[in-house]
């Protein structure tokens, strides 16, 4: 098994390089399950349509055992799901239920190191998490007795770090006028090496930072990938400094990378163009037994 590093959640990191990115690995929510697909609270709008991310897990007893995840693309959407949406007054509103018209882009199976994409597929950008992001089930099987006593832990050195990002997000973004936060990346400096892209990233969330909207291009992407499989053939693991134009001083986070060619590199296992209906059929076996 390949060890996972440490990954903070962080909007502008997703902005610089992960959109249209695949989840490779997701530890899930500590001592909780899922009964089938959760879905993550993180909805990437692209040129070319909508990425939307989907996990099973059992978490419970500290089984850490992680079904799969699986990255989706609805392909022309202009808009977000109503995960990510809010409305004229400013209300965010949620249906957890599944949505149709979506392509399959990337099933991760973490138990087994492996990587199922889809004919075509336009995953460039791999990422590993080792922090949960926000979700929802429409029934997690872990809080059917919820209304016991309450023993909340204080928070862990990584949830506080965590929690720190998103307020310096927060921080550094100006507002628009649909009350979204908006952000100018101009490069990342990458374990000293320096990702210029092409053109400034544009790049803008709302305030719970669950949606991103950027002009990055597949073009844009496939020179992310490139620089990755140059200068760090086996992926990369550590700290990113971010500069965004008009703030003085960086953003550094902690990040994990890879791209489908660092992916093969590393060791892990990756099947190519597999067919509709194999990525039908995985499915369909991770639904009748969620947890591998």
Known sequence: MIK????????????????????????????????????????????????????????????????AIVTKRYAKAQTYTSNARTNADGTLYRNKSAYEGATVELISLPSLNQLIFSPNSSIAILIDYDVSLDEQDDRNLAEEKIFGPMNLAPLSRAARESKLSRWQILRAGQMGPLGTLAYDIVSADIAGKVF???????????????????????????????????????????????????????????????????????????????????MQDILDQIAAKPFL
């Open 196 to 278: 210029t892209p092409s053109q400034m990233v544009k790049v803008e969330t709302n305030l719970l930072q669950s949606s991103i909207k950027s002009n990055i291009t597949s073009e844009m992407r496939v020179e992310a990938a490139k620089f990755l499989e140059t200068h760090f053939p086996k992926g990369y693991k550590g700290m990113v400094k971010l500069f965004l134009k008009g703030v003085a001083s960086p953003m550094t986070i902690r990040v994990g990378l890879h791209t489908i060619k660092t992916a093969e590199s590393s060791g892990q296992h990756v099947t190519r163009n597999a067919s509709p209906e194999r």
């Open 4 to 67: 996972r590093w440490a990954f903070l959640s962080f909007t502008l990191a997703l902005g610089l390089l992960l959109l249209g990115c695949g989840i490779a690995f997701y530890p899930g929510q500590p001592a909780m399950v899922t009964n089938g697909f959760s879905k993550l609270e993180l909805e990437d709008l692209e040129f070319d349509g909508l990425y939307v991310y989907e996990v099973s897990y059992d978490n419970r007893g500290g089984k850490k055992n992680v079904g």
